[in-house]
């Protein structure tokens, strides 16, 4: 999508919708407990020659307006790429890649206030992708897909990821491993097979756990804890979510929160009629909706 204006500009912007939700499970019962959602515009910064000086103000001015209101249960933001993106030559990767930015934000927020209650655990769909979100209490990352590169020294000998994990029977979890300096605390992981392979692909039916450990050695409370929390992923495989795409690696509470979030999304209709309004009120000179 474009904006021009009176300058002769021709101004990209990606229009996008982000949400994130959290299910709460409880005894045998599981409850939506929250639903967050926002529709931001991205614009490259006016250091990249994109984008005219009093359009970047104008863009400040309407996001500072649209910080206070919100519509259609959603709010509204704008963002800019940094200065050190433009360098990438594909401007829609670079927007793209502060879309999702925003989304992790996104999650972030919900998350601390969420594990401010140190009676319950958070599981975050996806691995622990940044160091704000190791700094999570109470917070583990899981999963789905994840990398087959790795190679682990184990008992003097060498291993890869994908020979090592097929060995995994139903049930059974791997050994930890730590990724940061010895002696210090750093991120731990582990996987969990939910399903047996056959006939799937050796690392179908595995998920990576992704907890933040306190020191090098692991202690007994913490091995006891990554049984515990093991056991409680495992159980909650079923009911499986078949025939949905990677059904061997997904547990029930993750499918259902992105069933609570589907109905809200609006269509890439509106969508592009949002950022069609906002062409109008910026060659307007305007700031409401």
């Not at 991205?42 to 020659?49: L, M, Y």
């Not at 519509?71 to 670079?94: H, N, P, Q, T, V």
């Amino acid at each position: 999508m474009y904006i021009k204006d009176d300058e002769h500009y021709s101004t990209p912007i990606l229009a996008s919708e982000v949400a994130t939700s959290v299910v709460r499970i409880e005894g045998g019962s599981f409850g939506l407990e929250r639903l967050e959602r926002k529709l931001v515009l991205i614009f490259p910064h006016k250091e990249s020659g994109l984008i005219p000086d009093t359009l970047f103000e104008k863009l400040k001015n309407l996001n500072n307006s649209w910080s206070k209101m919100s519509a259609l249960g959603m709010k509204f933001e704008i963002k800019f790429l940094g200065k050190e993106s433009e360098e990438i030559r594909d401007i829609r990767y670079s927007m793209l890649g502060k879309a999702r930015d925003v989304m992790h934000d996104l999650e972030l927020d919900v998350a601390r206030e969420i594990t401010r209650d140190e009676d319950r655990w958070l599981v975050m769909d996806g691995a622990l992708r940044k160091s704000e979100f190791e700094q999570l209490t109470y917070t583990i990352g899981l999963a789905k897909s994840f990398s087959k590169k790795p190679r682990f020294r184990w008992r003097g000998r060498i291993l890869d990821i994908v020979g090592y994990l097929s060995r995994l029977r139903e049930g059974e979890r791997s050994a930890v491993f730590k990724i940061g300096p010895k002696g210090e605390e750093g991120l731990c992981f582990w996987y969990v097979r939910l399903r047996e392979r056959p006939p799937m692909e050796p690392l179908d039916g595995l998920v990576k756990v992704d907890y933040k450990c306190e020191g090098s050695e692991l202690s007994s409370n913490e091995v006891e804890l990554i049984d515990e929390l093991s056991s409680e992923i495992y159980a909650l495989r079923s009911p499986s979510v078949y025939p949905y795409p990677r059904w061997p690696s997904y547990i029930y509470p993750i499918r259902l929160a992105e069933e609570f979030m589907r109905p809200f999304f609006i269509n890439t209709t509106l969508i592009s009629l949002i950022g069609r309004r906002v062409a109008e009120i910026l060659r307007k000179k305007g700031e409401g909706m």
